[in-house]
């Protein structure tokens, strides 16, 4: 029996990009590539930040940031981050991390934290709607 003392730390996960309750009752699990995300845009506290826009990684069926110049997949907008994920657990560096995703509803588009362009928006026309 491990009886030493551990620390864990926490992040506050703003969900005001929120824009209504809808589709938060169903979102999916996926698989984050954590090499895909930059670390000074969207993990610079060791948190992916909730609401980061998401793309398929074709050849591996991972996840990472929603790219409209990626070749990989990542250029079609497929959902949000629906809750923040530590990719530093236990101070050793994830390369994957398990995280759901938001793929139909409302979005705050002014609150998201980082913007999301023309063509994102045309990919999730008719699931997500952006206030």
């Known amino acids: 029996m491990d009886l030493s003392l551990k620390t ?3 992040t506050q996960d703003r969900r005001d990009w929120l824009g209504s309750a809808h589709g938060t009752d169903v979102p999916v699990s ?3 590539d954590v090499a895909t995300f930059d670390a000074e845009t969207h993990y610079p506290d060791g948190f ?3 609401g980061i826009p998401l793309g398929e ?3 591996t069926s991972l996840y990472g940031p929603y790219d409209d110049t990626a070749v990989d997949g990542r250029e079609t ?15 050793v560096a994830s390369t994957k991390v398990v995280g759901s995703m938001l793929w139909h509803g409302a979005i705050r ?6 913007p999301v362009d ?14």
């Open 8 to 10: 864990e730390s926490f």
């Open 30 to 32: 996926v698989t984050l």
């Open 48 to 50: 992916i930040k909730s």
């Open 109 to 114: 588009e002014a609150k998201l934290p980082v």
């Open 57 to 59: 990684i074709t050849a």
């Open 118 to 131: 023309v063509n994102g928006k045309a990919d999730v026309r008719g699931v997500i709607v952006f206030v």
């Open 77 to 91: 907008l497929v959902g949000f981050l629906f809750t923040a994920q530590d990719v530093n657990a236990r101070r």
